[in-house]
């Protein structure tokens, strides 16, 4: 039984390339438009008071790799199954898909949306328990409306992520390794065998993609290390007024500060407030 690489360094491939060029424009294009609601955009899956999916997904995608590079297992199924794990849990992770739907939005002319899938959230007509829309819906949805707005290149890159076959036979225990490979079901119950190399390449592809959008989602945080003051609006009904955008480099975490009432010197002395030792006078 083959292993399965272990995506110690970024991966690269036809996909990947085509992925990252595609983000890029994604971003750039809604920076452009919006750049107040681009940068509440860039933070994934905003819940109160709460944990978010959206975090601990990245923290999964790092313990599942180490696992997979100590090669204690290499060669054993226990090592293909947690790759299969690996593999799932990204395309499942809804919440970190949200920030390019996100963007879609912004770009499209709304404003940022903390539940961008709601409407594939269903409710059982019988018990009226909700349900969260699958890995199939929510990248179906990002092509969907990546086409709709003429970014056919967006659109293929979301739709041939990741393989339906594979994360279905996965999330619901329908599928057996062998040497040959990894079997899965098909619709109308057909067998499929999905080579070791042929999963390999999916594996480079699918998580080499959840890899580069938070690549991607980084690069463009780390611009704000020097504060940028924007003008804009969260809502229709409010008016523009200034925000001020910052990403501390010591907490990597992003703050957009701004509102009803602020302006400028109000953002300025909050900053300085609450980084002292930062200077503000090489702010963009």
Known sequence: MMGVDDHEEAPTSPFLTKARHALDQLFEEARRKDELNFALSLSPEFKAYTLTSAIDAQRAFREYLGFLQAGQ???????????????????????????????????????YNLEPFAELVKRHRKTGQTIAPNANKVMGFLAEEAYDQGLPELAEVFRDAFDADVRNGFAHADYALSPEG??????????????WPEFEALM????????????????YERAYQTPKVVVGTTAPDMPHGPWLIYMDPNSRTLTVMGGPGCTEEILWNDFHRRWPNTNGAEAQ
């Open 204 to 219: 480079q592809d699918g998580v080499g993609f959840f890899h580069l959008l938070g690549e991607v989602i980084g690069e």
């Open 73 to 111: 297992h290499k060669g054993q199924g226990i090592h293909c199954r947690v790759a299969l794990a690996l593999y799932c849990h990204t395309a499942e992770a809804a919440g970190l898909w949200g920030v390019p739907m996100c963007m879609l939005l912004v770009r499209r002319g709304e404003y």
């Open 182 to 195: 990894i079997h899965v079901r098909r619709r109308h119950d057909c067998e499929r065998i999905v080579s």
